[in-house]
């Protein structure tokens, strides 16, 4: 404390600041350091303090939530801006093929579907709700279910199908979609 107490007392702004109205000169971190008297070592930061390395599995990983989170397009890790982002952030990453990243996806939702699954059979109530809308030339149907969990008692919901609504929006067309939702 008492350093920096007599720091702090023969502290003085720098000729530049000193004067008002004169333009503040560019200096560089040492000449800054000189002005102000403190050693440069304490004027520079670390930005990387270690190296952190990321394996394989978490850049698929990445990678996949990357293209389902984003809704983009499988082809993305065939482009050559995107490999070389991925091995530019980790050099000794590869990126997985379209087919490898279709496969990732589909495996992690069938996988997703059987835990909603899982957990939507322990309930003891459950409720569905459906919903039909339109834009001018197409019309979808979602069918999404709800449930409070014994446990924590926080509401839970999962979309369970969307899926493309041709025809008139009748009462019969309806219950064959939702029943076709049902069962897939």
Known sequence: MEDYQQYKDNWTKPPSVQQRGAKRKATSIAEASKQDEIPAKRQQTKVFRSVHIVSQ???????V?????GMLPLSTVEQSEF???????????????????????????????????REIDVQKYVCTTADIWSTPKRSYMGVTCHWINAETFSRRSVALACKRFKGAHTFDRIAYLFVLCENQ
């Open 57 to 63: 599995p978490q850049v698929d990983k990445l990678v």
């Open 65 to 69: 939530n990357y293209v389902v989170k």
């Open 83 to 117: 490999v070389e982002l991925v091995t530019g952030l980790c050099p000794s990453a590869t990126v997985m093929a379209r087919r490898t990243l279709c496969r990732r996806i589909n495996d992690a939702f069938s996988s997703k579907m059987e835990s909603v699954k």
